[in-house]
């Protein structure tokens, strides 16, 4: 059983910078993909970035990128989601993941382990 804890988020002005991490225990880190998602009120949980097991192969949602940037340190069973120029739409939930043996895949369905979550505000 893998335990995902989330941090870092809060309230940010447009055009600011946040850095999310995901601290990881209770499995092998590096046999794991990890994703961010995220969830604004009234919407469904939508993919935001993955990594692969290595941190070779990033994938990104069209709507971050250029901005947002996913790494993991292997060595901390940490994943860090680094947030720059952020917009009010930005505003969300954010929720790290785990996908057992994966990719870093685009789908919430293919992860096994979820964190509880961390609100990210942007204002106007």
């Known amino acids: 059983q893998v335990q995902l804890v989330e941090s870092g988020g809060g309230l940010v002005q447009a055009g600011g910078s946040l850095r999310l991490s995901c601290a990881a225990s209770?499995?092998?880190?590096?046999?794991?993909?990890m994703g961010w998602f995220r969830q604004a009120p009234g919407k469904e949980r939508e993919f935001v970035a993955a990594i692969s097991w290595s941190g070779g192969s990033t994938n990104y949602a069209d709507s971050v990128k250029g901005r947002f940037t996913i790494s993991r340190d292997n060595a901390k069973n940490t994943v860090y989601l680094q947030m720059n120029s952020l917009k009010p739409e930005d505003t969300a939930v954010y929720y790290c993941?785990?996908?057992?043996?994966?990719?870093?895949?685009?789908?919430?369905?293919?992860?096994?382990?979820w964190g509880q979550g961390t609100q990210v505000t942007v204002s106007s």
């Open positions: 209770g499995g092998i880190f590096s046999r794991y993909a």
């Open positions: 993941a785990a996908e057992r043996y994966g990719g870093g895949s685009y789908s919430s369905r293919s992860y096994d382990y």
